[in-house]
């Protein structure tokens, strides 16, 4: 289940289950959105991403949707693994401008034998 | 994909000090960088826009004296924390695109990040 820790939230689950985790962005305007994941002592590493004009989009054991109505982003992953334990961030940005990344809070997904 | 180096991947400094980090794209030119600053267990907060050959754009609340960027070519960025705190200590991350994606392409390419610690 989730539970808040001192500033990131987390998601605990079994080896094998899928995840969700969700976001909330704050601009209407953003068009464009992404999905990252940070490793403890590293760079982000792009997942996945999603345009304004889609709701749903697919990859290789993850899927994002986007609910442009509530501004809300999810990511689901498939038969998680422990190799998936990490920080998980949604950046936002809108391309009309100049393409500037916007961060969620982060989700820290933590994966048990 | 593109490739983003930043060095060093560590840095310990006295306090009164200024340091040096650098960002470059290996294989693509970037006319456009963002430096971002993360402290432990918390989000990405972006710092700065680097432009090559003109002034960074900062965003509200960070300091242009403190945090001197300069874009002197279109795979080179460098961020310097000058007169370095106890305070400044943080994960300092860089992002660039790839132009050759063209007009309207949005996705970042992140460094490896720069652990700073100040003494």
């Known amino acids: 289940g989730e539970s808040v820790g001192l500033h990131l939230p987390t998601l605990s689950v079994q080896e094998g289950d899928n995840s969700i985790i969700n976001c909330a962005y704050s601009?209407?305007?953003?068009?464009?959105f992404i999905w990252y994941k940070q490793e403890s002592g590293k760079g982000p590493q792009f997942i996945i991403d999603?345009?304004?004009?889609?709701d749903k989009r697919q990859g290789q054991r993850v899927t994002v949707l986007l609910n442009k109505t509530v501004k809300h982003l999810s990511l689901q992953i498939a038969a998680t693994q422990p190799g998936d334990s990490a920080v998980y961030f949604c950046?936002?940005?809108?391309?009309?401008?100049?393409?500037?990344?916007?961060f969620g809070a982060g989700t820290r997904l933590a994966v048990h034998p | 994909g593109a490739v983003v180096s930043q060095h060093p991947s560590w840095v310990i400094c006295k306090s009164g000090t200024s340091v040096k980090i650098e960002c470059r794209s290996l294989?693509?030119?970037?006319?456009?960088m963002f430096w971002y600053r993360q402290f432990p267990k918390q989000s990405l907060m972006l710092m700065a826009t680097?432009?090559?050959?003109?002034?960074?754009?900062?965003e509200q609340g960070v300091e242009k004296d403190k945090f001197l960027i300069n874009h002197a070519s279109l795979t080179l960025s460098t961020l310097t924390v000058t007169s370095a705190h106890p305070e400044d200590s943080s994960f300092y991350i860089c992002?660039?695109?790839?132009?050759?994606?063209?007009?309207?392409?949005?996705?970042?390419?992140f460094g490896q990040g720069t652990r700073l610690t100040v003494v």
């Open positions: 992002s660039a695109r790839d132009e050759r994606r063209g007009v309207g392409n949005t996705e970042a390419f």
């Open positions: 294989d693509f030119q970037a006319t456009t």
């Open positions: 601009n209407s305007a953003s068009d464009y």
């Open positions: 950046a936002e940005t809108y391309s009309g401008g100049y393409n500037k990344l916007i």
């Open positions: 999603i345009r304004s004009n889609m």
């Open positions: 680097s432009n090559e050959g003109s002034k960074a754009t900062y």
